[in-house]
């Protein structure tokens, strides 16, 4: 059994959608399980329609609903080409929008929006494009059959970004995919959407599809996990920063999932964890070309001092300074207990005797956490950070990458510097303009002088 999905840009159209149909058809006795997002674009429609509503524009947002609406009939009737299944799929979706249409009126009410009705709209994309795909197979002469996503990904009710229950999931992948895997079915279900207790809609939150696949994969225990995408594979750095990124075809679960949580937009940070947890190699396509040799992700892979370069832009850095730390149990502990209280994840981090320095990407609620951390001490913030990664295995055994990476940066200034303690990540906090500057002379000195 494999699990096979296909990001926003692989299903975005007719003509998309028919060459995911070629793809799982080539691997039906491998027993694959589809996971789709939303078309192309269409969640962060979604989720503009609903703040639009919220915010008194109930005509602009009933415009996006329209839109939106005739771009997934369009669709629906590009590829079942007039048959009975386009009519009955067509009332479907119309029926779903209307419903959308109602729900931006309540909005529009309301004046304001909550993280559960926010659930309720951003899955509905993938609840749709899932039932698109599942009937373009059947359109093709393939036993697809449609799950809802929601009776399988069982999450707590942290709406917006909600934590997955495995052991719920496995059982519910047991009783709804397991079963139609053995009758020889295809399985077609929406990543990023789940349900509460009670069968409330959640969202796993942005990029979520892929960590439905990892979860589907630990599940079911899926012999590999497949991500189709727009690129070759994982690159040696982001191609729209450095257009001659080359392909790696091989690379560990530690040095993907360093590359995932540092900027690699590959593949979703959490993708990771569930296809390391149970041994699972995860591959990553480029739909556009399946015969590629595409990246695959494993314990083992050859060891080098420098495997690619990441960054990644608009980071907050927070920076304390306290006398009372020096020589103080706890105090640390005490100060990340901030973070956990306002549900804020730190990156990088850097300490002294009497110093800690962060960096943040989400700064939904830096003003809290500065109020909170102004008990300890003197507490100053710079917006417009950036992070460069440098990742590979072998970074730390003694070869002259480190020194090598302050080399090739030249002039540009390093406010923070952190070696992890795996040994494989050297990260640096720089100015977020210099983010890409320091990309194209880190990986010039790494790669194509080399090459």
């Given at each position: ?46 989720l503009d329609l609903a703040h639009k509503a919220a915010g008194g524009e109930l005509l602009a947002a009933l415009q996006l609903v329209e ?108 009783e709804y995919l397991l079963p139609l895997l053995q009758q020889g079915k295809i399985p077609v279900m929406g990543g990023f959407v789940g ?257």
């Open positions: 059994m494999i699990v096979a999905k296909f990001g926003g840009t692989s299903v975005a159209d007719a003509a998309a959608i028919s060459n995911v149909v070629d793809v799982i058809v080539g691997k039906q006795a491998s027993g694959p399980v589809v996971v789709v997002s939303a078309l192309g674009g269409a969640t962060n429609v979604l839109q939106l609406r005739d771009r997934h009939l369009r669709e629906v009737h590009a590829l079942l080409a007039g048959t009975a299944e386009a009519d009955e799929l067509a009332l479907e979706i119309s029926t779903s929008f209307d419903e959308l249409a109602h729900l931006a009126e309540a909005f529009r009410t309301l004046g304001y929006l909550t993280p559960r009705s926010l659930d309720t709209v951003a899955a509905l994309g993938e609840l749709l494009s899932s039932q698109i795909v599942a009937a373009a197979f059947r359109h093709r002469g393939y036993p697809a059959v449609w799950v809802d996503a929601r009776d399988v990904m069982k999450t707590n009710d942290f709406f917006t970004r909600a934590e997955p229950d495995v052991e719920a999931i496995a059982l519910a992948s047991q349900s509460a207790p009670g069968r409330v809609t959640t969202t796993l939150g942005r990029g979520g599809s892929d960590y439905t696949a990892s979860l589907i994969g630990a599940a079911i225990e899926a012999t590999a996990i497949e991500i189709w995408t727009d690129v070759d594979g994982m690159l040696t750095a982001d191609p729209r920063v450095i257009p001659g990124a080359q392909l790696i075809e091989r690379i560990s679960f530690d040095e993907a999932a360093e590359l995932a949580a540092f900027g690699a937009k590959v593949l979703h940070p959490a993708t990771i964890a569930p296809a390391v947890q149970r041994g699972i190699p995860v591959f990553v396509f480029n739909s556009r070309k399946p015969d590629g040799k595409g990246t695959m992700i494993a314990f083992d892979a050859p060891r080098l001092p420098v495997r690619a370069i990441a960054g990644k832009r608009s980071t907050t850095l927070v920076k304390l300074r306290s006398s009372r730390m020096l020589l103080a149990p706890g105090f640390l502990r005490r100060v990340f207990e901030v973070f956990e209280t306002h549900r804020t994840s730190v990156d990088v981090v850097t300490t002294s005797e009497v110093s800690v320095s962060v960096t943040l990407d989400d700064a939904t609620n830096l003003g809290a956490i500065l109020q909170d951390l102004a008990a300890f001490g003197d507490v100053a913030v710079e917006r417009r950070s950036g992070i460069v990664a440098i990742v590979g295995a072998g970074i730390a055994d003694g070869s002259r990458a480190i020194a090598d990476a302050f080399v090739a940066l030249g002039p540009i200034p390093v406010y923070m510097a952190s070696l992890s303690a795996t040994g494989i990540n050297f990260t640096l906090v720089i100015d977020d303009e210099q983010v890409v500057p320091a990309m194209q002379r880190l990986h010039a000195a790494f790669f194509e002088q080399a090459s």
